[in-house]
């Protein structure tokens, strides 16, 4: 006799699991512990069978007797319905090993370890609030680049232009990956090229004018407050690197009789270790500098301990009090105004002034040079640039272009 939905709800769980029969093959398991399972029984290649159809109420009655006829058409096929069913468990697993978000997340795995921290999270965030929601659940094999402009117009359309272009590269990065390991024949992003409109480059500003640069010297160096703000004001200029770089320097990372600062490359953006020759002017601030806070970890420690270095809004909330606005001057803008007069009016070897830099500098033969390259030359510039910013500060007139020696 067929079962009933109210013969099914009023089934009760005994000491022993017991079977409700419906007909064909379709049972109800209801075990002790009151859960009731569908099951098929049913005969294939002269072997008694079983197959899970669902657990009631998840799977009411009507859809445990449809899942029974087509696994009723699959053997009348000749198929057998488990085997099927493993088969699509296989499927479904290779899929979601395969997809979007799976081959992203191992691709950000491999190549994050060699990018600084804040560029790691920072592409992290991108992929997971702008991508993995719309794309990271389908087949990487099977998305179309259709799917990956409208998922690119949903950020655009918020405004962030920038971000847009950003994750269309992600993307093309994750499918070269997929490509390469075997999971994806084709690049699709790379249709999207040009699918975009530019975004604005959003330049950190910077003064590189010499008659503005002598101009912020003077009023560095008259700054009135902390006086480890004052050194930091002074030296950034001199040493030109990432205001974290300098925020975070260690006492332990200056060697003074070797005139050097060496950073190691857990704290630079490239995730390689860093040299900076020191200039006598930059010595000179250091020493003083010393003085005051010689006896803790950091040159640039916080106020309220000595525990953590200064913040990082310090630099440019002192270049606010001295009258310049973010869109004149920022602390990351010392790099840019070195790279400029080094290179424009100065005239010293673009390797030597890339490489001060901590930017990549590969050579001819596109390897990467070692640390110390050009460190003879690199010092040779770094105390020509103090004596130059000397001479722009106290007004003296100062020659326009040195030519060195290849």
């Known amino acids: 006799m067929p079962l009933s939905d109210l013969a099914i709800r009023n089934a009760k769980a005994r000491e022993k699991a017991y079977k409700l029969g419906d007909g064909r093959g379709l049972y109800l398991l209801v075990e002790p512990n009151g859960s009731k399972l569908w099951r098929l029984k049913y005969r294939f290649a002269q072997r008694d069978r079983k197959l899970s ?42 899929a979601s090993a395969n997809s979007f978000e799976a081959v992203g997340r191992e691709w950000y795995l491999k190549f994050s370890a060699t990018w600084a921290a804040s560029h790691s999270s920072k592409v992290l965030l991108r992929l997971e609030n702008n991508l993995y929601p719309w794309l990271g659940s389908r087949p990487i094999s099977g998305l179309e680049a259709d799917e990956i402009l409208e998922t690119l117009r949903r950020i655009e359309a918020r405004g962030a232009l920038e971000t847009a272009h950003r994750c269309l590269a992600y993307c093309g990065q994750i499918f070269r990956y997929a490509i390469a390991t075997g999971r994806a024949r084709r690049n699709p992003a790379a249709d999207l090229r040009g699918s975009l409109p530019p975004a604005r480059g959003k330049h950190l500003a910077s003064i590189t004018n010499p008659e503005g ?31 974290g770089e300098l925020r975070r320097a260690e006492w332990s990372e200056v060697d003074f009789p070797a005139a050097e600062w060496r950073i190691s490359g857990d704290k630079m953006k490239m ?34 301990t000595k525990a953590r270095p200064m913040s990082e809004n310090t630099v440019n909330a002192a270049l606010r009090r001295l009258g310049y606005t973010g869109d004149e001057m920022t602390g990351h803008g010392f790099r840019a105004m070195a790279r400029t007069v080094l290179d424009e009016v100065l005239g010293y070897r673009v390797e030597w002034i890339e490489h001060q830099l901590a930017h990549a500098v590969k050579d001819p033969n596109g390897r990467a040079y070692n640390r110390t390259a050009f460190l003879a030359g690199r010092k040779e510039m770094m105390q020509g640039w103090a004596d130059y910013l000397d001479r722009l500060r106290s007004r003296t007139p100062v020659a326009t272009v040195t030519t060195q020696a290849a």
């Open 53 to 94: 159809l669902g657990a009631y109420p998840e799977v009411p009655l009507g859809l445990a007797r449809e899942r029974q006829l087509e696994a009723r058409r699959l053997i009348d096929r000749g198929v057998d319905p488990l085997e099927e069913k493993k088969q699509d468990k296989r499927a479904a697993r290779l």
């Open 213 to 243: 640069i002598a101009e912020l010297l003077r009023a560095m160096h008259g700054y009135h407050g902390s006086e480890r703000t004052r050194c930091a004001l002074r030296l950034a200029p001199l040493t030109f690197v990432r205001p």
């Open 271 to 304: 995730q390689q270790d860093h040299l900076i020759p020191l200039s006598r002017q930059a010595l000179e601030i250091l020493r003083e500098l010393h003085a005051l806070t010689g006896g803790s970890r950091y040159l640039f420690h916080c106020e309220r």
